[in-house]
């Protein structure tokens, strides 16, 4: 079954950088397209990010481009999100998943304020 486990969150001022990093087990991770998402308080949950199987092409929201990186190490199962020039638009809960297998994790807080 399949399991993942989103780290790296925290509180960060404005314009500052943070790092998260979701472990992938229970399936063949390099198989699977993989995408992060966020969820702000009292919003939809909404895409932020995807990578291909071998990371030949990732894909952006808008508000992203520019300032997101997604990245993804298959030979360790970890998707990685290197986020910079943060705004408090960015506060948000962040979770990774698998295109095609439904199943979330625990997602990684984010919370952007001076």
């Known amino acids: 079954q399949a399991h993942l486990v989103e780290s790296g969150g925290g509180l960060v001022q404005p314009g500052g950088s943070l790092r998260l990093s979701c472990a992938a087990s229970?399936?063949?991770?390099?198989?699977?397209?993989m995408n992060w998402y966020r969820q702000a308080p009292g919003k939809e949950r909404e895409w932020v990010a995807g990578?291909?199987?071998?990371?030949?092409?990732?894909d952006y929201a808008e508000y992203a481009k520019g300032r997101f990186t997604i990245s993804r190490d298959n030979a360790k199962n970890t998707l990685t999100l290197q986020m910079n020039s943060l705004l408090p638009k960015d506060t948000a809960v962040y979770y990774c998943?698998?295109?095609?297998?439904?199943?979330w994790g625990q997602g990684t807080r984010v919370t952007v304020s001076s």
């Open positions: 998943k698998a295109s095609s297998i439904d199943k």
């Open positions: 229970g399936f063949t991770f390099s198989e699977y397209y």
């Open positions: 990578i291909t199987t071998i990371g030949g092409r990732t």
